[in-house]
């Protein structure tokens, strides 16, 4: 057994578990003749090894379930886009999104609650509490997870090798603090020519990644003041950590050239194909750089966040989840959850799931994606264990690369959940990261004030709505 991957996941359940519950069992139920499931987690057109893997899968399902009609029918979440098409009717049985999202989500009748089916499985006392807490409302649960992430900071090993960053076994000497993080950026660009890190700032993903970088400077964006949320954008903390991102484009030069064109999946491409060293992501997006950019596996380094001036050391800790749309009927999610067991993403150990589990972490290793642990969803021991069996069977790592991040989110208090209306947040966070990295004379105090002003609005307009 992989020593490092068998301590990374036991300190993480150390950290999320706050019960176990161990009554196992296949609970899988019949699907009704007549259902038809409209798949919204089938891979995109492009992810080739997924797409053999889920014909597989749908192979299994439809032998045990043939009086089921499968529609592969890949769905994927925007905020722009989803209230229309929910609007219209045309969200699938099942699709996947963030945990952020699940006030919005409830602010129309756009998912359906799956907690009768969800206890008909026995899977609703197997989840993480905590997680399980994010998916309820007035007692009803409206999803359940397909894994949880803690950030941390991607690294591309060559260019750090090729930069003259490594100790004496070849391992990067990544930055421990965000002071070191900018000297080190500027020793790449000028050894290598490349950006030393890639900065997001397109969207809500540049406000999501700048707010961990925050909290490294000591900021926290919210306040609980008489019941009510007060808005805390214009501290000194989150204005230092505006300051320093500016100080990245304008002092030390070391960014892409357009952060406010990188997103999410540009991010993947800059630190995949060599042209950053270094990007702050989460594990579950590790085939990006890898199986769809071409980084081969040796070359991929997970590091623990840098420390702040003042030494915090915080990772941000969020997730995706399982959202069922409104029109779905109680056979169609049934469908839905037999699929999931069939994939091994839920809290059984029977033939289904262990096979899933084999054949998903198999499928990483083919495609050269990086084995390792997600943050874990589910207390069920017996279905962890045979997640860190499969992950052993299959691991395809240097733990060198690895440990120090694992250590480090498993240090207790260094995990924190995302802030309240985050998706808000991130969207004022963004405006002002795109005024710092366009214009040299951007003063990082107002646009903070302004952004402050804006999110004390929204938190009025929503969670402190009828407080």
Not at 6 to 17: A, F, Q, R, T
Not at 51 to 65: C, D, S, V
Not at 419 to 425: G, I, N, T, W, Y
Request: hydrophobic share 40%; with cysteine; aromatic share 10%.
């Amino acid at each position: 057994m992989n020593k490092f991957l068998k301590v990374g996941l036991s300190l993480l359940v150390m950290l999320c578990v706050a019960s176990m519950v161990f009554a196992g069992g296949n609970r899988n139920q019949s699907s009704d003749s007549g259902a038809t499931l409209r798949l919204g987690i089938y891979p995109e057109a492009d992810q080739g090894s997924e797409i053999t893997m889920h014909r597989e899968f749908l192979q299994k399902f439809n032998e045990k379930w043939p009086n089921v009609t499968v529609q592969p029918a890949h769905f994927r979440y925007q905020l722009d886009t989803f209230m229309p098409l929910a609007q219209s009717g045309r969200v699938p049985t099942i699709f996947e999104t963030w945990f952020t999202e699940i006030d919005s989500l409830l602010s129309g009748p756009y998912v359906r609650d799956i907690t009768a089916e969800l206890k008909a499985m026995g899977w609703d006392t197997k989840m993480n509490t905590g997680i399980r807490d994010l998916l309820t409302r007035n007692g009803k649960i409206y999803g359940l997870p397909r894994d949880g992430y803690v950030l941390g900071l991607h690294v591309n090993a060559a260019l750090f090798r090729q930069a003259g960053l490594v100790d004496s076994r070849g391992i990067p000497q990544y930055p421990k603090t965000w002071a070191e993080l900018a000297q080190v950026a500027v020793q790449i660009k000028q050894r290598t020519g490349q950006a030393g890190i890639c900065i997001l700032a397109k969207d809500n993903a540049g406000g999501w990644h700048f707010s961990n970088i925050a909290w490294n400077f000591g900021a926290t964006f919210s306040r609980l003041q008489g019941g009510k949320y007060v808005a805390n954008l214009n501290s000194t903390e989150v204005i230092e950590a505006l300051q320093y991102i500016k100080d990245l484009k304008w002092v030390h030069d070391v960014l892409t050239a357009d952060p406010t064109n990188e997103d999410w999946g540009t991010g993947w491409a800059q630190i995949g194909t060599g042209m950053a060293a270094m990007l702050i992501g989460a594990a579950d997006g590790v085939n990006q750089p890898t199986e769809v950019y071409g980084m081969p596996v040796s070359d991929y380094m997970i590091a623990p966040m840098p420390a702040g001036p003042r030494g915090q050391q915080f990772s941000l800790l969020g997730g995706t989840f399982f959202a069922f749309g409104s029109t779905a009927t109680s056979a169609e999610v049934t469908a839905a959850l037999n699929y999931l067991s069939i994939m091994g993403r839920v809290p059984e150990v029977n033939s289904d799931t262990l096979v899933g589990l084999m054949r998903d972490a198999r499928r990483r290793k083919e495609a050269g994606i990086p084995v390792i642990p997600d943050f874990p969803a589910w207390t069920y021991q017996p279905y962890l264990d045979a997640k860190q069996e499969a992950i052993d069977s299959f691991a395809n790592v240097d733990q060198r690369m690895f440990a120090d991040y694992y250590t480090t989110i498993a240090k207790s208090g260094n995990v924190r959940p995302e802030e309240v209306q985050a998706q808000d947040l991130y969207g004022e966070l963004a405006k002002c990261l795109q005024a710092v990295i366009t214009d040299r004379n951007a003063d990082p105090r107002a646009l903070l004030e302004t952004a402050n002003r804006n999110y004390q609005a929204l938190l009025d307009q929503g969670v402190n709505k009828g407080k």
